[in-house]
């Protein structure tokens, strides 16, 4: 079961910070670096984002706890 959340927790942090890292840089070459709402844009979809990240993060550590198996939504590896 350690394995199991050890695993989960790795593959969904690369896969969460590569489309966090690609949408971000999307947005950026899309809107122009210089234009200001691109940047407004940027930081409300990364901290939106990133604080999803964090609180599916926290669930999956208090379900390892709890001795409870979890496979994070969209990011997981099923059956791992």
């Known amino acids: ?3 199991s959340h050890l695993i ?7 896969r969460g910070g590569l489309l966090l890292l690609a ?3 999307l947005v ?3 809107g122009g670096a210089h234009w200001p709402w691109t940047w ?3 930081i409300v ?5 990133h604080s999803t990240l964090l609180i599916c993060g926290c669930l999956a550590l208090a ?3 709890a001795g409870k198996h979890y496979c994070y ?3 997981g590896v099923s059956g791992a």
């Open 73 to 75: 939504p969209l990011l």
């Open 23 to 25: 949408a971000c840089l």
């Open 1 to 3: 079961l350690a394995r």
């Open 8 to 14: 989960q927790s790795f593959h969904a942090s690369l």
């Open 40 to 42: 407004v844009l940027v």
């Open 28 to 30: 950026i070459a899309l």
């Open 45 to 49: 979809y990364f901290t939106c984002i």
């Open 63 to 65: 379900r390892a706890m």
